[in-house]
């Protein structure tokens, strides 16, 4: 099977420790020295507001903050969705007319003279297709963000995309989502590890939901609620998993997942964690026969695509399939491009629902609270 690793894929390598010798010995320590630094600057951060020397802004509505403690993919966008459509829609959390409003600071933001596709890009077009009923806001100063989405666009509710670190935004609820996978980061801060804060720092989460629950066992599990417990016994914990519906392609033709059982595939990807997307297809039943795994939030060219088909046609793939979040840049910038492709090899994204395993009930009385005013701002 052939396997294309890049750079963010190499970082992970050399800070689990995969990479042996001197040269990458010596690399590792020069990054533990650099996360000293880090690490020291974001505890005196989180000191100053914890104490009040950094001022909070708060706003006049709930605001609900979903984040996590490392850097990469967590699976954090599934459960934005989620929460959005369970505000808008769900009649266990609807008691009124919520008009509710996302917060992001985007990622890279373009310019709009730039190719629109890239305008909404990655998170931002996903959040826009799947909480239909809630204003997406792309603002990196998320105060300004919060007041233009109750000003101007009446938002009752505030959801914070990728909240937990800027506290300069007030929140009644914060949510950390969690990989099962990579928890801890390494247990070692940015740039040693993946860490962003300290893991004490969930001493200020509400909640934590724990993603791609069925990639580990249930004793590691079990052993990673005991240690969230002995950081915050009075966190709700929550388990669930990304659950794949259907793939879709270029034409909106839907594959269902008894349908990619057996098939071939050649899968590509630019998000935090690869290896858990590349995990999924494998435990679908597919062969997975080849993969180009590329940064987060890679911006893929004529070339890269090109080089995608030949290798998934010189592999024998059926179909190169990739995540939602690769396929709202890739299709609405190389629509043309795949369509070609496509006449001798279809491309699709692998829909991806979160399903709650347990938890959830507690969760939603949690937010239930937040909505009715019960849990004060922090």
Same mark, same amino acid.
């Given at each position: 099977?052939?396997?294309?690793?890049?750079?963010?894929?190499?970082?992970?390598?050399?800070? #689990?420790?995969? $990479?042996?010798?001197?040269?990458?010995?010596?690399?590792?320590?020069?990054?533990?020295?650099?996360?000293?630094?880090?690490?020291?600057?974001?505890?005196? $951060?989180?000191?100053?507001?914890?104490?009040?020397?950094l001022k909070t802004h708060r706003a006049n509505v709930p605001v609900i903050s979903i984040g996590n403690i490392t850097v990469g993919g967590t699976g954090k966008t599934p459960l934005v969705v989620w929460l959005c459509n369970s505000i808008t829609q769900n009649s266990k959390l609807k008691t009124q007319n919520y008009n509710c409003a996302i917060l992001t600071r985007g990622y890279k933001a373009i310019q709009k003279s730039k190719v629109k596709s890239q305008n909404y890009t990655d998170e931002i077009a996903i959040l826009t297709k799947c909480c239909p009923q809630a204003k997406v806001i792309v603002n990196p100063d998320r105060v300004a963000g919060a007041t233009e989405a109750i000003i101007k666009f009446g938002a009752k509710v505030l959801m914070m995309d990728d909240g937990f670190q800027h506290r300069r935004l007030a929140r009644d609820l914060d949510i950390v989502a969690m990989d099962a996978t990579q928890p801890f980061g390494y247990g070692k801060m940015l740039p040693a590890g993946l860490l962003r804060?300290?893991?004490?720092?969930?001493?200020?989460?509400?909640?934590?939901?724990? +993603?791609?629950?069925?990639?580990?066992?249930?004793?590691?599990? +079990?052993?990673?609620?005991?240690?969230?417990?002995?950081?915050?016994?009075?966190?709700?914990?929550?388990?669930?998993?990304?659950?794949?519906?259907?793939?879709?392609?270029?034409?909106?033709?839907? +594959? #269902?997942?008894?349908?990619? !059982?057996?098939?071939?595939?050649?899968?590509?990807?630019?998000?935090?964690?690869?290896?858990?997307?590349?995990?999924?297809? !494998?435990?679908?039943?597919?062969?997975?026969?080849?993969? $180009?795994?590329?940064?987060?939030?890679?911006?893929?060219?004529? +070339?890269?695509?090109a080089g995608i088909c030949e290798q998934a046609a010189h592999l024998g793939a059926g179909l190169v399939l990739t995540t939602q979040k690769d396929w709202? !840049?890739?299709?609405?910038?190389?629509?043309?491009?795949?369509?070609?492709?496509?006449? #001798?090899?279809?491309?699709?994204?692998?829909?991806?629902?979160?399903k709650f395993l347990a938890g959830q009930d507690k969760l939603t009385a949690l937010i239930k609270d937040t909505l009715a005013g019960k849990i004060s701002q922090k």
């Open positions: 099977m052939g396997i294309c690793y890049l750079n963010q894929q190499t970082h992970r390598q050399l800070i #689990s420790g995969q $990479r042996a010798g001197v040269g990458p010995a010596l690399l590792r320590l020069l990054l533990s020295v650099a996360a000293v630094g880090y690490s020291i600057a974001v505890r005196i $951060r989180n000191s100053l507001y914890s104490k009040g020397f804060e300290p893991v004490s720092s969930l001493k200020r989460a509400d909640a934590v939901v724990i +993603t791609r629950c069925d990639q580990i066992t249930e004793l590691e599990l +079990t052993e990673l609620e005991e240690k969230l417990r002995a950081v915050n016994s009075d966190m709700v914990i929550a388990r669930s998993v990304h659950t794949p519906v259907y793939a879709k392609s270029a034409n909106n033709k839907e +594959t #269902s997942i008894d349908q990619l !059982k057996g098939k071939k595939i050649f899968a590509f990807c630019g998000i935090g964690n690869p290896d858990a997307f590349l995990n999924t297809i !494998k435990t679908l039943g597919c062969k997975l026969v080849g993969s $180009r795994v590329y940064d987060d939030h890679y911006h893929y060219t004529d +070339t890269c695509l709202t !840049k890739v299709i609405s910038q190389f629509r043309s491009q795949i369509s070609d492709c496509q006449l #001798s090899l279809p491309f699709a994204y692998l829909a991806i629902e979160i």
